[in-house]
Every structure is written in structure tokens, then in C-alpha cells.
């Protein structure tokens, strides 16, 4: 069955950087476009950044924009999100999930997520 | 991109039906049929209700069904039941090719 495991999470200081992986299994890694969404405490659900399939296509939330990039390795089936620059803002729970859809544009398989806490 | 609108809450008496709406602009919503909808109960991932505005996936009772109008989307919940309690968030493809989600709406069976 599908699985998407995410790790990299952690307790970082404004202004330093983290990386995140999910780790995907069940399926054709290649046949999907996949993306990051996050959730701060006790907040709704935030869209991060999509990568599809083809791995030439890229587009993020105007709150990421420019300080994180997504990235896949499809030889190893994951995602990555680096994250830079980061700020008390970006306090959350990061889900991976996988896209599909003509735009890629509904999710059906989430991971359980990542906590990334920015904090001096 | 702002986030589409949703109410606060809405709230239901087991067996009634309640409907929560999702509003948004031409450059999301009412551009594209690509609204979904998410049920997220507390400490567990999102799950898939509705996609591409109306469609169930397997598995997803039928008491759920979405609909849309100009920039509004809708999620209904006929035949109330206690395990419909929930948050439940829409989401929209948008103009920008990214993807936007409402702000959520907390369901609450009386």
C-alpha cells in the first residue's frame, strides 16, 4: 500500500536551515507529482510547494517563495524540502503528500508528518 | 494567494444535514472544477472526501457530496453522525498553478 514517511524535523533557531525528506513506497514515484503542506498548531492546513512528476515543474506558496526549495532524488523515491531563512512562522507540522489529478491537485496519500519548530 | 473562505464552525443534530461552504475568486475556485475537500479529525493526517468539485473516492460514504457555484464551493453532510465530527478543509487549484486551502470549518454534531 502506499506509505510516505517523512523525517528531518527538529527544534531550529531563526535564520538557520533545515531539511526534510519523505520517503515514499507502494507506488510509481515517478508517476506522481508530489508536494509539501504544513500545519501550524491548533491552525488549518497551509499549502507549501508542489514538484511533478516530470521534476521540471516548481511552484510554491508566496510565504516560501525564494527561502525553501523542493527537490526530488527518484532513484531513491523521495522528496526533499530545504528550508532556509527560517522563521518563528514556519512553526509546524510538514506533511508530504501525493498529488493527483490532471493539475496534481488533490491528495489521497498524506504521511503521518514532520515537526519543525523555529525557535531561539 | 489568499486563503479561500470557510466558516468558523457549523454544527448538526445527528441524522440532519449541514453544508459548508468555500468561497474564493475567478483565479481559483470558480475557474477550475479542481476543488477538493479534506476531513482531518484531531492528532491524524487530512483524508479525502470530495475531489475535482463532486467525486468520491472509494470508500467515502455517500452521505458526503460536493457541488459548485460561480466562486463558491460546497461540501454537504446528509445523515449526520457522531463520526462526522470534525475539521473539514476545501482546497482550489489556482491561476498561478498552485494550490490554495480554506481556512477550515470545525463540525460539531449536537
Known amino acids: 500500500q502506499v506509505q510516505l514517511v517523512e523525517s528531518g524535523g527538529g527544534v531550529v533557531q531563526p535564520g538557520r536551515s533545515l531539511r526534510l525528506s519523505c520517503v515514499a513506497s507502494?507506488?510509481?514515484?515517478?508517476?506522481?507529482?508530489m508536494h509539501w503542506v504544513r500545519q501550524a498548531p491548533g491552525k488549518g492546513l497551509e499549502w507549501v510547494a508542489v514538484m511533478w512528476s516530470d521534476g521540471t515543474n516548481k511552484y510554491y506558496a508566496g510565504s516560501v517563495k525564494d527561502r525553501f526549495t523542493i527537490s526530488r532524488d527518484n532513484s531513491k523515491n523521495t522528496l526533499y524540502l530545504q528550508m532556509n531563512s527560517l522563521r518563528a512562522e514556519d512553526t509546524a507540522l510538514y506533511y508530504c503528500?501525493?498529488?493527483?489529478?490532471?493539475?496534481?491537485?488533490?491528495?489521497?496519500?498524506w504521511g503521518q508528518g514532520t515537526q519543525v519548530t523555529v525557535s531561539s | 494567494q489568499s486563503a479561500l473562505t470557510q466558516p468558523a464552525s457549523v454544527s448538526g443534530s445527528p441524522g440532519q444535514s449541514i453544508t459548508i461552504s468555500c468561497t474564493g475568486t475567478?483565479?481559483?475556485?470558480?475557474?477550475?472544477?479542481?476543488v477538493s475537500w479534506y476531513q482531518q479529525h484531531p492528532g491524524k493526517a487530512p483524508k479525502l472526501m470530495i475531489y475535482?468539485?463532486?467525486n468520491r473516492p472509494s470508500g467515502v460514504s455517500n452521505r458526503f457530496s460536493g457541488s459548485k457555484s460561480g466562486n463558491t464551493a460546497s461540501l454537504t453532510i446528509s445523515g449526520l453522525q457522531a463520526e462526522d465530527e470534525a475539521d473539514y478543509f476545501c482546497?482550489?487549484?489556482?491561476?498561478?498553478?498552485?494550490?490554495?486551502f480554506g481556512g477550515g470549518t470545525k463540525m460539531t454534531v449536537l
Open positions: 503528500a501525493r498529488g493527483q489529478g490532471g493539475y496534481y491537485n488533490w491528495f489521497e496519500s
Open positions: 475535482d468539485v463532486s
Open positions: 475567478s483565479s481559483d475556485v470558480g475557474g477550475y472544477n479542481f
Open positions: 507502494g507506488f510509481t514515484f515517478t508517476n506522481y507529482g
Open positions: 482546497s482550489s487549484y489556482t491561476s498561478s498553478n498552485t494550490l490554495v
